[in-house]
């Protein structure tokens, strides 16, 4: 079991940065792969990917964020973190903290409670 708990959530003008944090705690040390999704406010908006980190540093962003946002992490996959600049107001959603593990031959997935994050323009 991993437990995942998001922080530093809140209201910021377009432009200016913003980190996020997620503290992870349980079995960390089998987590393979760590990533933040998000979901814009509005019914049918979907939860996508922004950005994703393995174990072993590998990271991978989305299209809309690259080159403005960066995703790192500790060794010991305690915390992560989301390092975001350049902020629009299409950045605009509550930002969910992931993790996956591999045990007993199976893929076990996890997420925070989401922290909102506003873009004013």
């Known amino acids: 079991q991993v437990q995942l708990v998001e922080s530093g959530g809140g209201l910021v003008q377009a432009g200016e940065s913003l980190r996020i944090s997620c503290t992870a705690s349980g079995s960390t040390s089998s987590i393979n792969n760590m990533a933040w999704y998000r979901q814009p406010p509005g019914p049918g908006n979907r939860r996508t990917l922004v950005?994703?980190?393995?174990?072993?540093?590998?990271?991978d962003y989305a299209a809309s964020v690259k080159g403005r946002f960066t995703i790192s992490k500790d060794n010991a996959n305690t915390m992560m973190y989301l390092r975001m600049n350049s902020l629009k107001p299409e950045d605009t959603a509550v930002y969910y903290c992931?993790?996956?593990?591999?045990?007993?031959?199976?893929?076990?997935?996890?997420w925070g409670q989401g922290a909102p994050v506003t873009v004013s323009s």
């Open positions: 950005a994703s980190i393995t174990s072993g540093g590998t990271v």
């Open positions: 992931f993790a996956r593990t591999y045990g007993n031959f199976q893929f076990y997935e996890y």
